[in-house]
């Protein structure tokens, strides 16, 4: 399971792809060019996550580059004899849509367990506000005083026990506490 930031990091470099795509849109002329930028910051926050995708995305990079060379990629296809832009595009073209659907499919297990996790954890902040746990924030000196101190308090309650141990098998425990202080009411 990667650390909540670092995966976040990643799904925010996928957001970007709209932007890049409405390049392609508009005919700039480099819309290849800011697909391999695109990918050369998305391998090295793949590379720094020991993620080995970023393999397949630095060989789909490679064939952005031929295509800006003039090799036309195997497997695509053009009614009229294309130019080397446009082969250079429609190689550009295919390859964010596959890195796309590679990273998707390699954090498609983290995302979900999260998504569980941070469910749970909606339900235990709300049981521990009936309880009247949360009042553990006010005197805590800081955000992480408070947050450790709350968990430490659902390991201890006997309803909440399960969940927290079913969030830290999810996630682990430095992402449950991410999420904690995500879901608790008064941020400060």
Avoid: H
């Avoid at 064939?63 to 990629?73: D, K, L, Q, T, Y």
């Amino acid at each position: 399971m990667l650390p909540l930031p670092n995966l976040e990091e990643i799904q925010n470099q996928l957001l970007e792809l709209p932007e890049i795509v409405r390049a392609y849109e508009e005919r700039t002329g480099d819309f290849s060019e800011q697909v391999c930028a695109w990918m050369v910051r998305l391998e090295e926050k793949l590379k720094s996550n020991q993620i080995p995708v970023v393999g397949a995305v630095a060989a789909l990079r490679a064939m952005v580059i031929s295509a800006e060379r003039g090799v036309i990629p195997p497997g695509l296809a053009f009614v009229t004899p294309p130019s080397i832009r446009n082969a250079r595009d429609a190689a550009a073209s295919e390859a964010i849509r596959r890195v796309e659907e590679a990273v998707r499919t390699v954090l498609q297990e983290d995302v979900a367990q999260i998504g569980e996790a941070r469910r749970l954890m909606r339900q235990m902040v709300a049981l521990a506000q009936r309880k009247g746990l949360i009042a553990i924030l006010a005197n805590a000196p800081s955000i992480s005083d408070a947050v450790n101190a709350l968990w430490s308090a659902f390991l201890r309650d006997t309803e909440l026990s399960t969940g927290a141990t079913r969030v830290t098998g999810l996630v682990g425990a430095l992402n449950a506490l991410i999420l904690l202080s995500r879901e608790l009411p008064l941020r400060g």
